[in-house]
């Protein structure tokens, strides 16, 4: 649906549990040109995220995506992000605002009350979710369904706040969603089963394939 664009989550956990580095993956988001791309690296070392985030940095500014990480916006801020994206348990929006100013934010929420709490604060956007069930996360809440996205996204949009859909959305659910979300978050769904034989040259042909029959069943 016109409006409706694709915001790709690079998971690190995801990624190992695939056998597939990291940094070929991103590449092949990145060359996509997604509207954002979100680094998810929870348990890495700071060096770490910080090292991703550097070549990342480089690849969303020149394909023109906003480049967030979860969690850690001092890691954001650092780490040249255009954003950070936070949990219900995560650093409070109004401490991101006075201590990291320049940062974007963006919040999870997973129930109408959330949401609400959510939108008072005035974040960058809000996600919704789950709306499917995923594997994407190893405690995923229960799922909420089409309808209840349906039934939630307008009082986001009534304020004037994107808000991005996520959990189990699948290629052929995309367009559904698309209909009631600003943005489609997509983790798992974008990445290949395993470590393609051709190695990383090939893995970011499929990355960036995944990518962007996503992008086409939006459009």
Not at 79 to 105: K, M, N, T, W, Y
Not at 126 to 141: D, N, Q, Y
Request: charged share 25%.
């Amino acid at each position: 649906m016109p409006g409706s664009a694709l915001y790709a989550i690079l998971d690190a956990d995801a990624c190992d549990a695939r056998g597939l580095p990291l940094l070929e993956v991103g590449e092949g988001l990145c060359q996509a040109a997604p509207a954002m791309l979100q680094l998810r690296a929870k348990g890495r070392s700071a060096r770490q995220v910080l090292d991703w985030l550097a070549v990342l940095r480089l690849w969303t500014r020149a394909h023109g995506t906003l480049l967030y990480v979860n969690d850690r916006a001092d890691l954001a801020e650092l780490g040249g992000c255009d954003g950070v994206h936070v949990g219900q348990d995560d650093l409070p929006l109004e401490a991101i605002r006075r201590h990291f100013s320049r940062l974007r934010v963006g919040v999870s929420t997973h129930s109408e009350e959330e949401l609400a709490r959510a939108l008072r604060q005035e974040p960058d956007y809000v996600a919704l979710g789950p709306i499917f069930a995923t594997a994407s996360k190893e405690k995923s809440e229960p799922a909420l369904g089409l309808g209840e996205l349906e039934r939630l996204s307008p009082i986001a949009r009534a304020r004037g706040i994107p808000i991005v859909a996520i959990g189990g959305i699948d290629r052929p659910r995309a367009p559904l969603v698309a209909r009631h979300a600003d943005y489609l978050a997509v983790i798992a769904a974008l990445l290949p089963p395993s470590l393609p034989g051709a190695g990383g040259e090939q893995l970011k042909a499929d990355v960036l394939e995944r990518a962007r029959a996503y992008s086409d069943a939006l459009g």
